[in-house]
């Protein structure tokens, strides 16, 4: 049993300036002002002193390629579809299964540090080496997408099927999803197979591990139509998701990244059918892709989460300057200050990032849900004085003011040290890891 005491805990509904948490097993059992807390739990807690800090939910990435850390800086500065096929493609074919959990984990550590508690994460997949396997050895929470691929359609279900009987549930941490790559990767008849095949694991999985959704990026590429078009022989008429709608493939466990080049027919369809969104702006940003109009997609009452995309296209898992990032991208595009003030920001890059994975019990400080919590010290020279402590952690926290991390209940990160992994070990078989990919590529 852990109390979190003393400090600002922040809340969907409010900050409490001298708050606690109480933490039985992986959940939430209480949360408010301090004095009552206590007074209600009584004793035998194991107390983490939080005065002079910040206690939020643990952020949710709803976006990612975390075994690409071991890819980072290994091509920047290309637009999409030239990086894909000229620069990462070819490099991934040459990693090991090994080098899927050994990037993962080297994601998970980044990560957490950075107070991300959960990951969506889409990769390749092997049975045993993966990054399922990966971030349960750091102690990560994650929705893992098995990536599905025209060229290799049986492969791909056979790897999602695996993927679901081995990982689905394991530890309390790890779902599987559907990871369709992208219209331009995968064919009308493999789209439709994916979505049958996401509706019967659903069935079939989520009682022991929660929901299977699919996972997929969708309208990152202005060219995607065109791509698609001609790569599949299929005509297409308004935008992506129309086409995807037109394929019978959107519903309400339906994640897409990035949702940049839309057409109203696109936003209609995603309303109805319920479709999520990962906002990945700098992402997008680095990759010339564009800008996503995330207040009028908000206003339409659709779910936006926030992703930092991979670690080879961002450069990095760091949540909460994505938070920032698509705070003032939407001022700036709209004119408007108050487009994504601070508050919906922190809700995006938690609660609503629960959402998008279909958890009902993440995302918040609330007695029942899950125990993901993130300690943050104040005190620092860019975070003084303090008048409002939520728009201090949307515009000046820094990740790496992160100084304790808690998932499901168990503490993960603490005052710089981690409790799960030997980081001089990860770093030095990173190393060679690396060395033998650069070799093998030239």
Known sequence: MILVEGGYVVTQERVYREGAVAIEGERIVDVGDASDVKRRVGRGFEKIDARGKLVIPG?????????????????????????????????????????????????????????????????HYHPEHNEASGILKVGLRGVIGVAAFAWRPEESIRDIRDALERWHGRDGLIRIAVGPHAPYTVDPELWRRLHDLRRWADERYSGRGGRVIITTHVAEDPNEARITSERFNVEIRGGMFEYLDGLGVLDECFLAAHAIHLTDGDIRVIRERGVKIAHCPVSNMKLGMGI???????????????????????????????????????????????????????????????????????????????????????????????????????????????????????????????????????????????????????
Not at 65 to 90: F, N, S, V
Not at 93 to 110: F, I, K, N, Q, T
Not at 416 to 432: A, K, N, P, S
């Open 59 to 123: 952020l949710v990435n709803a976006h990612t390629h975390i075994a690409m850390t071991l890819l980072r800086g290994y091509a920047d500065d290309y637009p999409l579809q030239e990086w894909l096929e000229r620069k990462i493609w070819p490099v991934e074919a040459r990693m090991r299964p090994e080098d899927y959990e050994l990037g993962a984990m080297l994601g998970a550590v980044e990560s957490i540090r950075m107070g991300v508690t959960t990951v969506c994460s889409l990769y």
């Open 292 to 442: 996503a109009r995330v207040r009028r997609l908000l206003d339409a009452g659709i779910t936006v989460g926030l992703g930092t995309d991979g670690p080879a296209s961002n450069n990095t898992l760091d949540l909460l300057e994505t938070a920032k990032v698509a705070s003032l991208l939407q001022k700036a595009i709209t004119g408007d200050p108050t487009a994504i003030p601070a508050r919906e920001a922190f809700r995006m890059a938690t609660i609503y990032g629960a959402r998008v994975l279909l958890y009902d019990d993440l995302g918040d400080i609330r007695p029942g849900y899950l125990a993901d919590i993130v300690i943050i010290d104040l005190k620092r020279p860019h975070l003084t004085p303090i008048y409002d402590p939520l728009s201090h952690l949307i515009y000046s926290v820094r990740s790496l003011d992160v100084e304790t991390v808690i998932i499901g209940g168990r503490v993960v990160y603490r005052e710089g040290e981690f409790l799960t992994v030997d980081l001089d070990e990860l770093y030095e078989r990173v190393g060679r890891a690396v060395e033998r990919l650069t070799a093998e590529a030239s």
